[in-house]
Each structure stands twice: as structure tokens, then as C-alpha cells.
């Protein structure tokens, strides 16, 4: 029970925000004031805007090429392991956006492209999870991504906190 702790807190937490009266009021307010903040500071748009492009599919997709084509046998297992990875965070997020048909901040209301689950932040996360297994050297610097590439969905009004 100690172990599964530290991750049961912030997941009750994410399930509180959508859920709830006050979470979603929370969860509206975070989104609102951090649309706000890029509206004000040009630098942070960009650096959102940069945090956004990387999470997309065909650019994680298009950086596993690198390691598959040149490198080594263990870059090449992990790209492998990654594609499955890759493959089964889409199938999951494709599922749960079907399932929960929420709107995004933005008002826009389509079933394929619900505001939960992020697909950037899912996707990025199954590779982060990959990488700091096989190479745990690149665990900080993967997970540092993918709360830039989550923190980007918000700042740019495509998703809330709790997707």
C-alpha cells in the first residue's frame, strides 16, 4: 500500500477535477488563467507552441527513425518496444475520447477529437515510460517533456489540467 501511495493521491486528484462541481471549476479557472498568460507573454506562446509540436505523433515517430536507423542493438529494441508502446497509448486514448465526448476549452465538441485524454501527453508519456526504463539516464529528461508537452495543451486552450 505504501508503494501505490504516491500514485494513487494524484490520480485521485485528477479524477476529483472532471468530476466534481469544484473540480471542474478548478480545473475551468487553471485553464482560463493560463490561456491568459500566453495571451500576455509572446515568449511563452512560443515555447508552448514548441512544446505542442514536439508531442505530436509524427514528430515522437519521426525522432524514433534516428535511433532505429543508426543505432546501436539496444536503440533498436527500445524503438521497438517504444512502437508498442506508441501503439497502445493511441488505441487507449482513441477508446477513452470515444467514450467521454468531452469539450475542449476551446468549445469545440467532436467525438474523435475530445478534450480527454490528451492525446500528446499520452503518447509522449508511453515513450518517457519506455526510455527511463530501458535507459534510466533519460528518465528526468524525458518526463521534463512531457510535462512541457502536457503544460502546452492547456497554455494553448486545446485541453484542461485534468485531461
Known amino acids: ?17 472532471p468530476t466534481t462541481p469544484r473540480g471542474q471549476a478548478l480545473d475551468h479557472w487553471i485553464s482560463a488563467r493560463a490561456v491568459a498568460l500566453t495571451r500576455e507573454n509572446p515568449a511563452l ?18 525522432g524514433l527513425l534516428v535511433p532505429a536507423a543508426f543505432g546501436g542493438e539496444v536503440a533498436r529494441v527500445t524503438v521497438r518496444i517504444a512502437a508498442v508502446a506508441l501503439g497502445a497509448a493511441w488505441v487507449a486514448t482513441t477508446a477513452l475520447k470515444s467514450i467521454t465526448n468531452r469539450t475542449r ?10 478534450s480527454f485524454p490528451s492525446g500528446h501527453a499520452s503518447i509522449s508519456a508511453a515513450l518517457a515510460l519506455t526510455l527511463a526504463r530501458r535507459h534510466r539516464r533519460l528518465a528526468w529528461p524525458a518526463w521534463t517533456l512531457v510535462a512541457w508537452i502536457g503544460a502546452s495543451r ?5 485541453h484542461y ?3
Open 45 to 62: 506562446r512560443v515555447s508552448m507552441q514548441l512544446g505542442a509540436a514536439l508531442g505530436r505523433s509524427s514528430t515522437i515517430l519521426a
Open 105 to 114: 476549452p476551446s468549445g469545440s465538441r467532436h467525438r474523435v477529437y475530445s
Open 154 to 158: 492547456v497554455f494553448l486552450a486545446a
Open 1 to 17: 500500500m505504501k508503494r501505490a501511495l504516491p500514485y494513487l493521491v494524484p490520480f485521485a486528484l485528477v479524477l476529483a477535477l
Open 161 to 163: 489540467p485534468s485531461d
